[in-house]
């Protein structure tokens, strides 16, 4: 599915081997020489069907004149043709197992060798220098901040017969997809943290105290049984008390 | 929260990995070229979920690299409007609350998406006039909140030396409504 892109590469408009800037900017209305208008887009970066650019430039600027504290900037023009924007989506659970699966841990240790800068460090250093990157790789290795998060939320104790269990039974109240992805990565508790997750929630789900029937409250009770919970975090508390046993010591030596 | 996005995309693979089994340097050069960055529309790109074909192969006339065409799936970070998301809140300023997800940062609460009658305290700490009392939304706490908007600035060719860094995606969100802001306030 083509969605309004570059022309399909023949080889001939593919120039795999860029030879200046100015050559680059043909077919575009970016000024490469001046600011390197710089964009990992989907859509196409030349207009009217002439030539690609070439895949890479390397821009003639040194690394420390935008880097901070020599972290590996590359500028990157690449041309990318998007077949399908969305192809699924994925709850929460998915994302866990499958880092897990590339091998991503909890242990900062555990995550050098197995996983590559993949599942790690995700945060974009951003350079505040005039010459922009908007794609800046950071080449080194990180505990996996996604896994760290997805840990940390309902999805770490979840599997996949609870959440197949969840959307059989809550078929009679007749929630969107959207609605149900958003209950299984959440989990919520009571009413008032489902509220906002199912739209018009007043009109589709009825209360009625007179006949006894509160579709939300059972909605909520069903999350409740089916679903387990989020990982209790640590009390603050505990934690304080676990520290100072192990500092007197210390402070006696 | 995540989707999957097919992509094709001619990939030149740098000399340096031609040792390599193909599988194994295609995906480090597609790991190289995505992982880590915002594709405008997409989202954030989290990781490779799986490479579908690989065609071609072809050197070009005076390169090193051979060229291969690879369909791919990306595993995007790309939440829809009207989702509700749990970030930690990270600061909070006259403009509103900055939420994180740990591996996001950019994202807004703008003040008029606070909750009814919300001020600003002295510290920089905004507080909902609740009848029940005051209730301030300090830092550090989880915040449930409601995505209105994501938009993919476009590159600033001019910047300040003194800007702020520039993000290519934000989100803008909003705790307006009953189970929004923080969690301490709705759980049992």
């Known amino acids: 599915m083509d969605v309004g892109f570059a022309p399909g590469g023949s080889s001939s408009a593919f120039d795999a081997n860029p030879r200046s800037e100015e050559e680059n900017a043909r077919g575009g209305n970016r000024k490469l020489s001046t600011a390197p208008n710089l964009l990992l887009s989907s859509f196409a970066l030349m207009s009217n069907g002439t030539q690609h650019t070439g895949p890479r430039v390397p821009l003639p600027r040194s690394r420390e004149e935008h880097g901070r504290g020599g972290k590996l900037l590359t500028e990157t023009i690449l041309v990318l043709r998007r077949l399908q924007a969305n192809a699924g989506a994925l709850t929460n659970l998915e994302v866990l197992e499958f880092l897990r699966a590339r091998g991503a841990t909890s242990d900062p240790m555990g995550c050098l060798g197995a996983v590559a800068p993949s599942e790690c460090k995700v945060t974009l250093p951003r350079p505040k220098s005039r010459h922009l990157t908007v794609l800046v790789t950071v080449s080194w290795f990180w505990c996996g901040q996604v896994f760290d998060y997805l840990v940390n939320t309902a999805a770490c104790n979840q599997t996949r017969g609870a959440i197949d269990e969840f959307v059989k039974r809550c078929e009679k109240f007749k929630l969107a997809k959207a609605e149900k992805f958003n209950i299984i990565n959440l989990r919520p508790s009571n009413q008032a943290l489902i509220d906002p997750i199912i739209e018009y929630c007043e009109k589709r789900l009825t209360k009625d105290e007179a006949r006894g029937i509160d579709e939300v409250q059972e909605l909520v009770d069903l999350v409740l049984e089916v679903l387990p919970p989020p990982p209790a975090k640590p009390d603050e508390e505990m934690q304080d008390l676990e520290e100072t046993p192990t500092e007197k010591p210390m402070e006696e030596n | ?188």
């Open chain 2, 1 to 188: 929260m995540f989707c999957l996005s097919l992509i094709e995309h001619n990939l030149p693979l740098p000399p340096h990995l031609l040792n390599r089994p193909l599988l194994d340097a295609i995906k480090e050069e597609l790991e190289r070229l995505f992982l880590d960055k915002v594709i405008s529309n997409l989202g954030l790109c989290i990781s490779i979920y799986d490479i579908r074909t690989i065609e071609g192969g072809f050197v070009f006339p005076g390169d090193g690299s051979s060229t291969y065409k690879v369909v791919f799936r990306l595993l995007m970070f790309r939440p829809y409007v009207g989702e509700i998301l749990c970030g930690k809140l990270k600061a909070s300023d006259a403009n509103g609350l900055h939420l994180s997800l740990g591996f996001f940062d950019d994202i807004k609460v703008p003040a008029h998406l606070l909750p009814h009658k919300s001020r600003m305290g002295e510290d920089g700490i905004w507080i909902w006039e609740h009848e029940c009392g005051d209730l301030p939304m300090d830092l550090d706490e989880e915040v449930h909140f409601r995505v209105t908007k994501i938009i993919y600035p476009p590159i600033p060719v001019e910047q300040d030396a003194n800007a702020s860094p520039f993000s290519p995606m934000e989100i803008t969100g909003e705790i307006y409504g009953d189970g929004l802001g923080l969690l301490s306030w709705w759980a049992d």
